[in-house]
Structure formats: C-alpha cells, structure tokens
C-alpha cells in the first residue's frame, strides 16, 4: 500500500452519480449459407415477425464499401432507430471456434446495433434477441459483441422464443476476472479485480472489485452476481448508501478515484494497473465505473475503502442469504421447471437403484428451491432451499435446509411438500463438479460417469 500524504485523503461526495449516455448495443446472427439474404428477405422476416402490416424499416444507400445491404428499422416498443447490415464473417482463432460451434463456419453474419433507452434497456435488449432469432429463424446463433456471450441455437429456441420466456436480465451482462499485474512474469497474481462488462449499454456505470485477494474470487463474483440484479430494479443508490445484498451483508457503491487511491500499483484494480491492462488492449477497464466496497472505510492509522470482506466471507462460510431480484426470480423459476423433468430423472435414476452408493447420491445432493411464504422489509418473496427426499410429478417433498428469515417459526429439518409449480430453482452438487439448470444437459453426463466410479454395494458389504 502506498503511503498517504498530508490532506490527501478526502470523503465520498453525497451527491448523486452524474448521468452516462448510453454505449451502443451490438449483436451478431451467424448465416450459415453460402450466399448471403437479401435486404428484401430480411425486412419481410423481421415485418412478419413483428406481425406489422407495413414494412418496419427501409434499406440504407451505402454507396460503395464491403457491406452486402443495410436496414434502418423502427421497432415498436425499442425507442431509437435500429441499425442492420449484413457482411462477411471474419475469421477467428481455436478458442472463439470452441465457443461459437457450428456458427464459427458460417460464412455471413447479420449485424444489429442500437443505442438503448437506459430505464427500459434489459426490456429493450432481450425483445430486440427474440427479433433476431426469431425472424432470422436459420441464425445458428447470437453473440453479443461487447460482453462476447454467445447463445446458440438451441438455448434460443428454449430461452428466448418460447411462449413462456421472459426477460433474462443474465444475458445483458456478464462478469470478468482480470489478474494483478507483475514484472515477474512466473509469479503468479495474487489478487485479482471483478468486474462486470455491458452495463454501459443502458447508461449504468460498470461495478469492479478492487484488489481481491485470488482464493477470495469466486465469493466475490457472487457478491456481483446478487447485485447487479438488486441494482438493476431501482436507481443507483448514492455514493456510501449501505446496499443490502443478503440478510446482514451490506456494500456500498464508492466513486473509483475514492476507492482505488492507496492500492499498490501491482494489483489489481491501481491505476497503474488500468493503465497498463488497458494498453494490452483489454479497453472496458477505462469505461465509466463504480467501486463495490465494504459498508464503510476500515483502518485505524488511515481511512480507506476495501472490497467487501465480510459479505465474501459469509458466502464461503455457506451461511448467506442473498436476495434476488423479482426478475430474476421469475427468470430462474421459469428455466428450472422447464429443466424440472431433467432433474427428475437424474433423481430417479440414483434414488431408485440397487447400489446403496447411488442412493446415498440422491439423498445428500439433490436440492429444490422454492418461495418459503414471507416477504421481507422490502416485499422481497424470501425463497428457500430444501433437500430433495421423495419426488414425484407433482411435486417435492423436501427437507428444510435453513431457518427462513422471514418464517423463523420453521425448523431446519422439517418436511415439506413443495409443489411443481412452486419450484424457483434446483441444484446438484455431485463429488464431479455442480449443476443447475442452465448445465442440465451435462447432468445425465455426469450421473453416468460417477455410477461408473462408484461401488453398487456399500463399504460395510466388502467394497
């Protein structure tokens, strides 16, 4: 740490954060045929798409240059004009070829760009995905050029088109872990900055992490993934308002030049540090962003804001209660019961074995969650985790892991009966790594791989 000079330090302003106009949003749908659609082709799909009984938009003049066509395009309920244009995919190296697939071969690609209204901008973003993929029904996917999230296909067809989809906030934004920087090049960082990466594109400020220590990091990214969410419901809090994430976990938005002021040039998250990350040409480090710290400052000889330590420490302890975001609830419920069946048939499929092993899996590993019936101070719904004990196709009976915080006259361990309908989430963490919806078509995998491993027949038996 450097060391503070006479008058350097000064307080957090109480004002609010100055206003951020909008960066532009960007998406790419892969075409997977030799020859590229026409404007014509496209404009009607989008028109039927929309069910509009006019043309939405009208074909650019772009006089000469490597673009096929370009539309500008007037989409109800999307506030600004929305550009598209085809042209050549570029090549790409080994590692965006494993992400992207089949769509790494495509030879064109529709490019889509808009600026986002900031207060409808997640409402905005996932109609204009679902105007895409669905009018542009061959795109073998999606990719969102600044956060480099890619959606196939079949996640589109699941999570976007579906009658029942809602908005996925998640798909909005992503989170980044950027290391330290060292003269050392085989000394590995010991700390490292968290941030997130497309805020920008609805005029929020990014958030980052501050100088975590690396065996902190994965806490720290779920302090960011609550947040986020919680944030995105209302305004920016004012600078050094506590946020409650959780029940007793509180951070506190601070203005990076506050927050960034005495970290040691080599970690993650100094100003040198930005600096140099950003002439490696990782440029959203210079972007307009905001520090997520501990409530208050900390130190007796000098004052100075850390990242969130005790709401870090809290996750690792397994004892959290972090609060969710009724978007993201809805998000979550809506993609495990849609999995639910999944889910299901892995259960069965160790719950009913001969090979106790297998059975001891279901009884320890299998968990639902589920809204307990409270709502707290804020008219959150609190959801709850059980452990999975019987399932059937109407429902769960589960044991109550945790006291709720909102219901405290229920005890851990209790039964319950949780019906199908009711189901907000579930979760298996096998001794091969952890699952959730969104990795259940690697569950059965899994299963397989560990009734491979596993004895049929229990130590005490001779195993």
Not at 75 to 86: K, M, R, S, T
Request: a negative charge; proline letters at 8%.
């Amino acid at each position: 740490m450097d060391h503070e000079q006479p008058g350097d330090h000064a307080p957090v302003p109480s004002g609010s954060w100055p206003e951020l106009e909008p960066t532009p949003l960007q998406l790419v749908a892969f075409w997977p045929h030799a020859d590229p659609p026409t404007a014509a082709e496209i404009l009607a799909a989008l028109t039927a798409w929309m069910d509009a009984s006019e043309p939405v938009g009208s074909e650019m003049d772009l006089g000469e240059g490597e673009l096929t066509w370009a539309l500008e395009c007037a989409i109800d309920g999307v506030q600004n004009p929305v550009a598209l244009w085809c042209e050549k995919a570029l090549e790409v190296d080994d590692s965006w070829r494993a992400m992207l697939g089949e769509a790494a071969s495509c030879p064109w690609v529709i490019r889509l760009q808009v600026q986002l209204d900031g207060d409808e901008g997640p409402n905005e973003y996932f109609q204009l995905l679902n105007l895409l993929a669905g009018s542009i029904s061959d795109a073998a996917g999606v990719l969102d050029v600044t956060t480099g999230q890619f959606v196939p296909r079949t996640e589109l067809d699941q999570e976007v088109l579906a009658a029942d989809a809602v908005p996925i906030d998640r798909l909005m934004w992503r989170i980044v872990r950027l290391p330290g920087v060292s003269d050392q090049a085989d000394v590995p960082s010991s700390h490292v900055a968290i941030c997130t990466v497309g805020l920008g594109r609805i005029g929020r400020p990014e958030l980052e992490l501050l100088e975590v220590p690396v065996e902190h990091a994965l806490a720290a990214e779920m302090v960011l993934d609550t947040l986020v969410p919680l944030l995105l419901e209302d305004d920016l809090p004012l600078p050094g308002q506590p946020i409650e994430i959780g029940d007793g976990m509180v951070v506190a938005l601070v203005p990076l030049a506050e927050a960034d002021r005495f970290i040691e040039a080599s970690h993650a998250g100094s100003r040198a540090w930005r600096d140099r990350i950003a002439a490696i040409g990782i440029d959203h480090v210079k972007s307009p962003r905001v520090a997520v710290c501990a409530a208050s400052e900390r130190g007796a000889f000098r004052k100075a804001w850390t990242w969130p330590q005790d709401a870090v420490q809290r996750i690792e302890e397994g004892n959290a209660v972090l609060y969710l975001a009724q978007r993201e609830v809805d998000a979550n419920a809506r993609q495990a019961q849609r999995t639910f069946p999944l889910f299901a048939t892995a259960f069965a499929s160790l719950a009913r074995a001969d090979a106790p092993a297998w059975r001891a899996l279901a009884q320890e590993h299998f968990m639902v969650q589920a809204p307990v019936g409270g709502t707290d101070h804020d008219d959150r719904i609190e959801q709850t985790w059980y452990r999975v004990d019987h399932l059937d196709g109407d429902g769960v009976d589960g044991l109550l892991v945790d006291r709720p915080r909102t219901r405290p006259e229920l005890e851990p361990g209790s039964h319950h009966r949780i019906d199908r309908k009711a189901v907000s989430g579930w979760s298996v963490d096998l001794p091969g790594g952890s699952f959730r919806p969104s990795d259940c078509q690697t569950l059965l995998e899994a299963i397989d791989h560990l009734r491979d491993e596993l004895p049929k027949t229990a130590p005490e038996q001779g195993t």
